[in-house]
């Protein structure tokens, strides 16, 4: 059993990132993991990628799905609670107390650059989630060739993730990784 | 992708991919050397195309 100080930092550092995860969740996924993995030692990179893969393969909210469990993993039921609400409680408040002024600005020019600004950044960090994320979860080039197969795919044409994620499961299932 | 034809904007995508998944760095450091530079340049580059 971890102290309760564990569940009071695990939900303190969900609620920073929360707060800053420009372009969605999967964002901050990479501190997310230094912190529960490298830092605490809370759980092994293999569970991490477990996690994610449950909640990626479940509809709905799969990031405040996956702190929940994070948080299930770290301080069970109530660290399940509180990693979900750390997860999505900050930046809707944010959202909600900024948006009448972002909306009043909508037109301006800097609103428009802070958009075109962001927007890349965005789009970098969420490349970088993903090696982050492949590299927890390949342990050997087995591994790595399903993932980036998957990327390619992904980019060259219009087919549904869910025959990737079918296909993965099944060479998992055929014990083929 | 709709930002390819933007090298500056391309340039801190990269930046940002490089700096966490590769440099290891806080996100938080990457987002306060990034996303102001990125707001300013993205500034200066519409004011320049006017």
């Given at each position: 059993?971890?102290?309760?100080?564990?569940?009071v930092?695990?939900?303190?550092?969900?609620?920073?990132v929360?707060?800053?995860?420009?372009?969605?969740?999967?964002?901050?996924l990479?501190?997310?993991?230094?912190?529960?993995?490298?830092?605490?030692?809370?759980m092994?990179?293999?569970d991490?990628?477990?996690?994610?893969?449950?909640?990626?393969?479940i509809?709905g909210?799969?990031m405040?799905?996956?702190?929940?469990?994070?948080?299930?993993?770290?301080?069970?039921f109530?660290?399940?609670?509180?990693?979900?609400?750390?997860?999505f409680?900050?930046?809707?408040?944010?959202?909600?107390?900024?948006?009448?002024?972002?909306?009043?600005?909508?037109?301006?020019?800097?609103?428009?650059?802070v958009?075109?600004?962001?927007?890349?950044?965005?789009v970098?960090?969420?490349?970088?989630?993903?090696?982050?994320?492949?590299?927890?979860?390949?342990?050997?080039?087995p591994a790595?060739?399903?993932?980036i197969a998957?990327?390619?795919?992904l980019?060259?044409?219009?087919?549904?993730?869910i025959?990737?994620?079918?296909?993965?499961?099944?060479?998992?299932?055929?014990?083929?990784? | 992708?709709?930002?390819?034809?933007?090298?500056?904007?391309?340039?801190?995508?990269?930046?940002?991919?490089?700096?966490?998944?590769?440099?290891?760095?806080?996100?938080?450091?990457?987002?306060?050397?990034?996303?102001?530079?990125?707001?300013?340049?993205?500034?200066?580059?519409?004011?320049a195309?006017?």
């Open positions: 059993v971890r102290p309760p100080s564990a569940l930092a695990l939900v303190a550092q969900l609620a920073l929360s707060s800053i995860s420009f372009g969605g969740f999967p964002t901050v990479p501190d997310v993991r230094s912190f529960v993995v490298l830092t605490h030692g809370w092994t990179d293999e991490f990628t477990n996690i994610f893969t449950m909640a990626q393969a509809p909210p799969n405040i799905l996956m702190m929940g469990l994070v948080g299930w993993k770290v301080w069970g109530s660290g399940a609670l509180a990693g979900a609400t750390a997860t409680a900050p930046p809707c408040a944010i959202y909600y107390a900024a948006f009448r002024l972002w909306n009043r600005f909508r037109d301006a020019r800097w609103q428009r650059s958009r075109a600004g962001l927007a890349p950044v965005t970098g960090l969420i490349m970088a989630s993903g090696i982050v994320m492949a590299r927890a979860a390949d342990t050997g080039w790595g060739v399903p993932t998957a990327a390619v795919v980019l060259l044409t219009r087919l549904n993730p025959w990737l994620l079918a296909a993965g499961g099944l060479l998992g299932g055929l014990g083929a990784l | 992708l709709p930002h390819r034809r933007r090298p500056a904007a391309l340039t801190f995508a990269g930046l940002a991919l490089v700096m966490l998944a590769f440099s290891k760095l806080p996100l938080l450091a990457v987002l306060f050397i990034l996303a102001p530079s990125s707001i300013a340049a993205a500034a200066l580059f519409s004011a195309y006017r």
